[in-house]
């Protein structure tokens, strides 16, 4: 049996022994707390090691809504008054850990040691539904362990398609089981980790594995698609001033098809140094978009200039889709688009200006199937769509109610005060007031018309200087730079 604990006798005690007794009980129990509590030092984390994880190179298929953003590609050491849509999607990345940039402080955005490639280059305001890039990301696949001289003697050839951190492994041990990896079921969720830390416009719709190793989303897409978006009428004007000559812009739209020189139909970047302005169109038409319920009985009907073409030039697409509305308004003839291909009898693009950027729309980029014959490739489409809805028609709705409001808002104007023009005199018309009355309405996409006083013909405009000129000019002055800095360094 335990001997029972011995309790002390208090009753003979002073009172300066108790203060002193309970002083010493204290001290105890205090020390006996400091060492049952857990101690409350955090450990430092420990450090992320991209070494423990294999990796793959897929394909992201992406959607955005361009106008909070300052285009898609992001330059460095170019700041801009809005963020880029590459900016978001490096941020994402890195924050969960997908990418391993090899030159990065964690802020600047770094595609270094990532494979990085991008189809499309959007500009400020332009939306895309089927955007893609190629990556090389984190996977879940087994790494494989690397083999000794002697057990890698006799597999030469066996490296895996992850030859950035995958080494050689030797023949499984006899009885021990083969390593069954699915590259999509058994993967990391990319669309469901990435579209919980973009912004709300810009979703991933799907992903796609086993691309080949050279794979390169510029340079192995084989079509891309446009649409740019317009209504019909294209604005408000008495009479049919607003109405465009649909038939017309279809006529002029056909003559896009084939391969043909653009130079007429872009902006010449000298940086690049571009010599070639060949490219090949597959489809060019103007199409009735159906589908679309109307806000209201005044809501035009919608159409778009639907393009696809092997590739672009800069600012092509908003050029062509210029030059269609100028036919669509009867101010030029179709015959307008045959005349600014032929180079031969014009070599210097006239001055005109382009669409406007917020109808645009990179609608589809199509790459060739390696495991089909002349088959697209196919990209695995995230399954949280309940969620992804969600989002976008909790973003649908709330521009659908605008629109509703301001239509009906129209109805009730166009209802109660039809608009009329009487002959009433008035006093002596302003500058303004005769730029309004007398200038030609011309309509560029946005959403009111520009006012271009007298118009002139595109044939007849202010030419620019020649694609040859405009390089050489650039090229001399790089050179000039270089000189300057050469002759700095060897002070």
């Not at 101690?39 to 106008?67: H, N, V």
């Not at 271009?452 to 405009?470: A, F």
């Amino acid at each position: 049996m335990e001997a029972e604990p011995q309790v002390s006798d208090y009753t003979s005690w002073s009172r300066e022994g108790l203060v002193a007794r309970v002083t010493e009980l204290e001290k105890q129990l205090k020390d006996q707390a400091s060492i049952s509590q857990p101690s409350t030092l955090k450990l430092p984390k420990r450090p992320f090691d991209p070494s423990r994880y294999s990796t793959t190179l897929i394909a992201l298929k992406i959607a955005y809504l361009g106008q909070r953003y300052n285009g898609f590609e992001h330059h460095a050491n170019n700041a801009t008054p809005l963020p880029t849509v590459e900016e978001e999607l490096w941020r994402a990345l890195y924050k969960a850990r997908l990418i391993f940039p090899t030159n990065t402080d964690g802020k600047t955005v770094s595609w270094e040691g990532c494979e990085y490639s991008k189809c499309g280059r959007t500009d400020k305001g332009v939306s895309a539904f089927g955007q893609v890039i190629g990556i090389r990301v984190r996977s879940k696949r087994p790494l494989e362990r690397t083999s000794t001289p002697e057990e890698h003697e006799g597999v030469a050839g066996t490296f895996g398609d992850d030859q950035s951190v995958a080494a050689v492994s030797p023949p499984a041990a006899k009885g021990s089981p083969a390593i069954i990896y699915d590259a999509v079921n058994d993967e990391i969720n990319y669309p469901l980790v990435l579209n919980r830390l973009l912004p709300h416009d810009i979703r991933v719709l799907g992903w796609t594995p086993n691309l080949p190793q050279d794979f390169s989303a510029r340079f192995s897409c084989r079509e891309r698609r446009y649409r740019y978006f317009f209504t019909q009428p294209a604005f408000s004007a008495p009479g049919e001033v607003g109405l465009l000559d649909i038939d017309a812009m279809r006529e002029a739209a056909r003559h896009f098809v084939g391969v043909h020189d653009f130079r007429n139909f872009c902006k010449v970047d000298a940086s690049k140094q571009i010599t070639n302005f060949q490219r090949r169109i597959f489809h060019a038409d103007i199409e009735e978009m159906h589908g679309h319920v109307a806000a209201s009985a005044s809501s035009p009907k919608l159409y778009a200039f639907s393009v696809h073409g092997s590739a672009f030039l800069w600012h092509q697409v908003r050029h062509m889709a210029a030059a269609l509305f100028l036919i669509g308004q009867r101010l030029e003839e179709p015959s307008l688009i045959s005349a600014l291909l032929n180079v031969a009898a014009n070599p210097q693009k006239p001055l005109y200006d382009m669409a406007a950027d917020a109808p645009l729309v990179l609608w589809e980029c199509l790459f060739p199937n390696p495991d089909e014959g002349g088959g697209s490739l196919r990209f695995t489409h995230t399954s949280d769509q309940p969620d992804l809805i969600a989002d976008l028609w909790k973003l649908w709705r709330g521009r659908r109610i605008d629109e509703v409001l301001a239509g009906s808002l129209l109805d009730v104007v166009i209802a109660n005060a039809p608009i009329q023009y009487p002959d009433i005199p008035r006093q002596e018309p302003t500058k303004k007031d005769r730029r309004r009355d007398y200038s030609q309405k011309v309509f560029d996409g946005g959403d009111a018309p520009r006012l271009v006083g007298q118009y002139v013909k595109v044939l007849d405009k202010r030419r620019m200087e020649s694609v040859e000129t405009i390089n050489e000019r650039y090229r001399r002055r790089m050179e000039a730079q270089t000189d300057v800095v050469g002759e700095g360094a060897g002070c």
